[in-house]
């Protein structure tokens, strides 16, 4: 089962996971180019937009891989597909829209800044396209072309990189040089997506799978909502509540913890499709505990060491004055990693088919966090704010691996995950209190002699032994 999951997560997790990678490149060139404040500006409509994503796509992806199998007949799958389509042409004309009316109150009450009112605008234009994109995306998955994915979306991504290096660093075209770099790459990767499923796309809208599609995704938008509305109401209140400068340092540290987010991205890409075809095996078995204990230990591994050396690396592909959030890094490993972990061990709603335990859960930590940002928002600094964020992973946390272990009694934890918490913890304190990189240094050794520890207790060092035998004896045959 095991070789299983690595061997999805070598197919469907590393390859697509490579565009977040080179998506990491485009962090030096913005934090050189722009201010704090507008680099956390660029935060603000991203999350913007990809809220507003989750509405004009109206889950009709979903609805699509939902009925896509029905029927194994040519007709059918384009009926499908193209009525599909033209579903998501509407809804997303239709979001887009309304956006566009109500752009004085969101330039008002959210972004707070009339100057960006061509930048929000550069942003509803991405939003169309991407959300076109989204969906054709999802055509050559459903359709077994899983290799076609990966090599439009490292396309998509290459064109996005090339494209903002271009608008932003040789024509100068400042925070709307980033916008056009991602419509320029969402627009190339949809015509190659039509290009691909030119042939499952007609001139043909049947109502009665519409009907279909719609009955099936209107009642998943709540759930989806609820989770989608963290992001910009978080941001909402950092903007109203304190500097613009504490998104920028938000922003900044939540990219340097992206890197850590490609394990996560890797692994949930290949759990998810594995959890549903062997369902009986995982919950019955220790297989989740082990699995979910790699990710939390690679996770883990990789936050102390990125929380650590966090200083070096704002220096090395940012500038100074981001130095005043830097406390914001362990803080965001934390909570990125809590969130991976509850996609991991919180599978049981999924497989239930009671989702609405996961709205629920959602909706709870939504307003929780909420009432904690405004109650005490006069006594919160960047700590504040950071502890805000892993609260609300960690209630989502506490409800769904609770509910998953009601409904199937197996173990989930592993004792050396509580080491690996202690050792973020020391590194997060190693940064709050300016500790000299002598003192960082020693605490990377301990993160290192514990990484052996666990791989010993694991057995992994036995694996890679063998896998080194293996590999040098295949080389000297």
């Given amino acids: 089962m095991l070789k299983e999951f690595f061997k999805n997560m070598s197919i469907y997790g590393i390859l697509p996971v490579m565009g977040k990678f080179l998506s990491f490149l485009l962090v030096p060139l913005y934090a050189k180019m722009f201010s704090v404040e507008e680099f956390g500006m660029i935060d603000v409509i991203d999350v913007l937009v990809f809220f507003l994503l989750l509405l004009t796509s109206f889950e009709i992806p979903t609805a699509l891989g939902r009925y896509f199998y029905d029927s194994p007949d040519m007709k059918y799958k384009q009926a499908i597909v193209s009525t599909g389509l033209y579903l998501t042409l509407i809804t997303t004309s239709l979001f887009t829209f309304l956006t566009l009316i109500f752009e004085e109150q969101i330039l008002t009450y959210y972004i707070g800044i009339y100057q960006y009112r061509s930048l929000f605008r550069l942003s509803l234009i991405w939003l169309f396209i991407s959300s076109i994109n989204t969906y054709l995306s999802f055509i050559p998955r459903y359709d077994n072309k899983p290799k076609q994915y990966v090599i439009v979306s490292l396309i ?11 608008f932003v660093a040789v024509f ?4 709307e040089g980033v916008f056009w770099g991602y419509i320029c790459g969402s627009s190339l990767s949809s015509l190659i997506y039509l290009f691909i499923a030119r ?4 001139l043909r809208f049947s109502m009665i799978l519409a009907k279909k599609a719609i009955a099936y995704s209107f009642p998943l938008m709540f759930g989806v909502l609820a989770m989608g509305m963290w992001a910009p109401l978080s941001r909402y209140f950092m903007l109203t509540f304190f500097p613009v400068a504490i998104i ?10 992206s890197v850590n987010s490609i394990i996560h991205t890797s692994l949930g890409i290949a759990w998810n499709p594995m959890l549903f075809e062997n369902k009986n095996i995982l919950t019955q078995t220790d297989y989740i505990k082990r699995i979910s204990g790699i990710m939390a230990f690679l996770s883990f591994s990789f936050g102390i060491t990125l929380t650590l050396f966090s200083p070096e690396i704002t220096f090395f592909i940012g500038k100074r004055e981001f130095l005043e959030g830097i406390a914001f890094t362990g803080l965001l490993a934390l909570a990125t990693t809590i969130k991976a972990l509850t996609n991991l061990r919180g599978f049981a709603p999924y497989l239930t088919d009671q989702t609405h335990v996961v709205s629920i859960s959602n909706i709870l930590s939504l307003i929780t966090c909420c009432l904690i940002m405004i109650l005490l928002k006069d006594k919160m600094g960047i700590i504040g704010i950071g502890l805000v964020m892993i609260l609300y992973e960690a209630i989502n946390y506490i409800i769904l691996t609770f509910y998953t272990y009601k409904k199937y009694p197996i173990s989930m934890h592993n004792s050396y995950e509580i080491g690996l ?3 973020l913890f020391l590194a997060e304190l190693a ?21 052996f520890y666990v791989l010993k207790l694991t057995g992994g060092i036995e694996k890679i032994r063998e896998m080194a035998k293996y590999y040098v004896a295949k080389k000297n045959k």
């Fill in 156 to 166: 998509s991504i290459s064109i996005k990189l090339v494209s903002a290096v271009l």
């Fill in 431 to 451: 940064i709050i209190y300016v500790q000299p990189l002598v003192v960082r240094i020693v605490l990377f050794l301990l993160l290192s002699l514990y990484t």
């Fill in 172 to 175: 100068e075209m400042g925070l």
């Fill in 248 to 257: 920028g340092y938000y922003s900044f540290s939540s990219r340097i913890i």
């Fill in 421 to 423: 918490i202690g050792l």
């Fill in 199 to 202: 042939k499952l796309i007609i």
